[in-house]
């Protein structure tokens, strides 16, 4: 089974620090690891994904998380933070089947002070 | 522009009440998800459907029933069996690759009274 623990459920940076929301994973397969981003009352988006190969995955908006296999982690990083960064953001696993759902972590809030 | 639409964006009922939400998408993904969200406990399955015609309860079936009767539409509905219904509701598409991300609708805001 899979399991996602995300830790620290807010996080608070100033506009301009680095960013680190962590991320571990439970699974019995080789995961693949996502993580999305949800801004107020809507659905949520797409930031990276790790399939296989290269361990550093990049995404948008700056973002990117470093897939450690041995640590059974996935932390999601940006260098330096900007005001609308802010929002929730989400750890997910997949179970590496076709058509299967993503399990997904807690969530962690991320607040962005100028 | 491909998408998820999910309708109404908020919604409110009487408890005792069964109500149904929308969510339709034109992505031509054969996979369809629900997840429930509440503050602090991230996304919780519902349901799920891989292709027309069949579903399979996530975690949190209970007091829900779905249907996929076309490709393009996963309409969930909430019964008056689940205890605690009032959360935000999220429709999620996906091709049925095994690496395929989810792609999400914006969202409904059940309220029930």
């Known amino acids: 089974a899979q399991s996602v623990t995300q830790l620290g459920s807010h996080v608070s940076v100033s506009e301009g620090a680095l960013v680190l929301l962590r991320c571990n994973y439970s699974?019995?397969?080789?995961?693949?690891l996502f993580w999305y981003v949800q801004y107020p009352n809507q659905g949520l988006q797409l930031l990276l994904k790790?399939?296989?190969?290269?361990?550093l995955v990049k995404g948008i908006n700056g973002f990117e998380a470093e897939f450690k296999k041995s640590e059974t982690s996935f932390h999601l990083t940006k260098p330096s933070a900007h005001m609308s960064d802010a929002a929730e953001y989400f750890c997910?696993?997949?179970?590496?089947?076709?058509?299967?759902?993503?399990?997904f972590g807690k969530g962690t809030t991320l607040s962005v002070s100028s | 522009d491909g998408g998820i639409t999910q309708s109404p964006k908020y919604l409110f009922r009487k408890e005792g009440q069964n109500v149904t939400l929308s969510c339709e998408q034109n992505l031509n993904h054969d996979a369809m998800y629900w997840y429930r969200q509440d503050p602090g406990q991230g996304l919780r399955l519902i349901y799920y459907s891989q292709i027309v015609n069949d579903f399979q309860k996530g975690d949190i079936a209970e007091g829900y029933s779905v249907s996929r009767e076309k490709k393009e539409s996963f309409p969930l509905t909430v019964t008056s069996a689940q205890k605690n219904p009032t959360a935000f509701y999220l429709c999620a598409s996906s091709t049925t690759g095994d690496n395929s991300p989810l792609h999400f609708g914006n969202g409904t805001r059940l309220t029930v009274t």
């Open positions: 699974s019995s397969v080789p995961p693949y």
């Open positions: 997910a696993v997949s179970a590496r089947q076709a058509g299967t759902a993503l399990i």
């Open positions: 790790y399939t296989t190969g290269a361990t």
